[in-house]
């Protein structure tokens, strides 16, 4: 199993809802991260876990919240979001958090209205 | 927000012709260059890196070129096939080795 499972692979949300993103790997990967993606832009890092404790924070809002409740799952809560959060979510795993090979999933398309 | 009109430089090739696609690179100190290639609806796929202290890397159907001296990155595509399409990311590590930033990508299309 080599895939990368993110769900919803779409969300709607409304400025005040409480949502979350779910990303799973069965690869064994040690390392888990979280991108943000506007159209037609490179992906932008935002929280990195290594070992399930978080290891890297690219200065994100606190709207948005990570959490790995094990060495297979990556969360990440959203609470009280803008517009402009509106964007491509990427979830990817490597087997460590220096190997230059990672393993996107396919995305949340989040909209909020 | 975004900028209206906002669009992904653009390479359209013939099949079976070779593909050449160019980054700028900013940081010297990176360890890795590396190349992925996002399909439309999907995640970024791997396609292959290279260390700083190498030039060229082969692998099947592509290779980097590595120029440090003018901080360039390029991937050559030999005999581009539909499949081939797609938008192409450069990346390289940080001063730590510990994350990935991406460069502006580049949309392939591939005329039959």
């Known amino acids: 199993d080599t895939e990368v499972t993110q769900t919803p692979k779409h969300l709607v949300m409304g400025m005040t809802n409480k949502k979350s993103l779910k990303c799973e790997q069965h690869?064994?990967?040690?390392?888990m991260y979280w991108y943000k993606q506007k159209a037609k832009k490179p992906p932008e890092l935002m929280f990195v876990?290594?070992?399930?404790?978080?290891?890297i924070n690219e200065s994100v809002p606190s709207r948005f919240s990570p959490e790995c409740p094990n060495s297979s799952l990556l969360n990440l809560h959203l609470h009280a979001l803008q517009p402009e959060d509106s964007a491509l979510y990427l979830c990817?795993?490597?087997?460590?958090?220096?190997?230059?090979?990672?393993?996107f999933g396919q995305g949340t398309r989040l909209t909020v209205v | 927000g975004e900028s209206v009109g906002l669009h992904l430089p653009t390479l359209s090739v013939q099949e079976g012709d070779n593909s050449i696609i160019n980054c700028a690179y900013s940081?010297?100190?990176?360890?890795?260059f590396i190349w992925y290639k996002q399909e439309s609806g999907k995640g970024p796929q791997f396609i292959i890196d290279?260390?700083?202290?190498?030039d060229k890397r082969q692998g099947q159907r592509v290779t980097v070129l590595l120029n440090k001296t003018v901080k360039h990155l390029s991937l050559q595509i030999a005999a581009t096939q539909p499949g081939d399409s797609a938008v192409y990311f450069c990346?390289?590590?940080?001063?730590?080795?510990?994350?990935?930033?991406f460069g502006g990508g580049t949309r392939l299309m591939v005329k039959p």
């Open positions: 876990y290594s070992y399930e404790k978080l290891s």
């Open positions: 990346a390289e590590t940080n001063n730590a080795g510990n994350m990935l930033t």
């Open positions: 690869m064994g990967h040690r390392a």
């Open positions: 290279i260390r700083s202290n190498m």
């Open positions: 940081n010297s100190a990176s360890d890795y």
């Open positions: 990817a795993s490597s087997p460590q958090i220096m190997n230059t090979e990672a393993f």
